[in-house]
């Protein structure tokens, strides 16, 4: 075996891995970090603060939900008499005024009474006059019940957004910008799970994951990454194609848990990389080409020991595969 490398299997653990871990780049321990550990939603949620949820919030398609289920269960007619009038008034028409124009006239011209005028023209003071049941009848008599009940509601809310519009109907009290109940005189807020579950749908929960690992601190990101080194293939390669010479940490990590780990073993650029590490460690100045050989089927026999020969390996080292074939062909 490597001298240097049965010295380094007596590095801990923690040691191997702070090497490895130190050849990984920051931006690519933030995408495999992103990757892996997608925290589940509902922890998230419930050690978040009300603040952080609202924050991805969104208010306007609630503000439009709200909106569009208040017109579908109201009725125009329930409005007070000065809803009704405001709407005529930003919305008058010739239709509305010969309406409004015939009201006044049978309120007030008595054909009878010889002093009583009939008015022939429109104008704003006599819609003023008119009362409720009146001001339903104009707007009936033009067909603008539900045109109204869009108007009206949507007028009342122009200058509320959505988060308004929740606080005003979300059941809760708030103070502070958080949500929660009076008791006994003092504010209890109620949990962040509890209002998620009211707005879930508003939510951008993509978002919200997004924003909570974007918030995590770096150095707990990579301490994850190193602690799943010896586990994960991707980083394994990552490692050796950064620096071959990692063929040496990665075994060390790998015995750790007796080689039952996910490992790239039996791939190429690991086989070969451990092949030239072999033999770079162990050649001495005055070695021939026996000796290099010889150091070549040595590194070729644990590496068929350990994880089996890469197929592309045995065929490029053919003529140094002989050890090998003869402990299968005699099942030593």
Known sequence: MIKKFKKFKLLNESSTSH????????????????????????EIISISSQQNIMYFFDDKKYKEDFIKDYINNYEFDE??????????????????????????NRNNYDEDDEDSEKETEYSEYMLEELDKDELIEVIEYSNEEDNCTKWIINWCYSNSDGVDIFDEFCGFAKK?????????????????????????????????????NDNIDFSYKKEQVEENIYN??????????????????????????????????????????????????????????????????????????KFGVNDKISEEYRPHMWKIFTQDNYNL
């Not at 990757?35 to 509902?42: E, P």
């Not at 930003?90 to 124009?101: A, H, M, Q, R, Y």
């Not at 009076?182 to 209002?195: D, N, Q, R, T, V």
């Open 19 to 42: 090497e490895l871990i130190e050849q990984i780049d920051d931006d690519d321990i933030e995408k495999w970090y992103d990757k892996h550990y997608k925290a589940d939603l509902s």
């Open 176 to 212: 502070n910008d958080i949500y929660g109940n009076y008791k006994y005189g003092s504010f209890e807020p109620i949990e962040s799970s509890k209002l998620y579950s009211i707005i879930s749908e508003y939510i951008d929960d993509d978002k919200l994951i997004k924003n909570w």
């Open 232 to 305: 994960s293939t991707f980083l394994q390669k990552y490692l050796i194609k950064k620096d071959p010479d990692n063929v040496e940490a990665l075994i060390n990590l790998w015995m750790k848990y007796k080689f039952k780990s996910k490992n790239i073993g039996n791939i190429y650029i690991f086989q070969k990389a451990y092949i030239n590490k072999y033999i770079k460690d162990n050649i001495e100045e005055d070695d021939n080409e026996e000796d290099k050989n010889i150091l070549i089927e040595d590194a070729l026999e644990y590496l068929h020991d």
């Open 79 to 104: 409005f007070d008499e000065n809803d009704l009038l405001t709407y005529l008034k930003k919305n008058i028409d010739d239709k509305n005024e010969n309406k409004i124009l015939e009201i006044y």
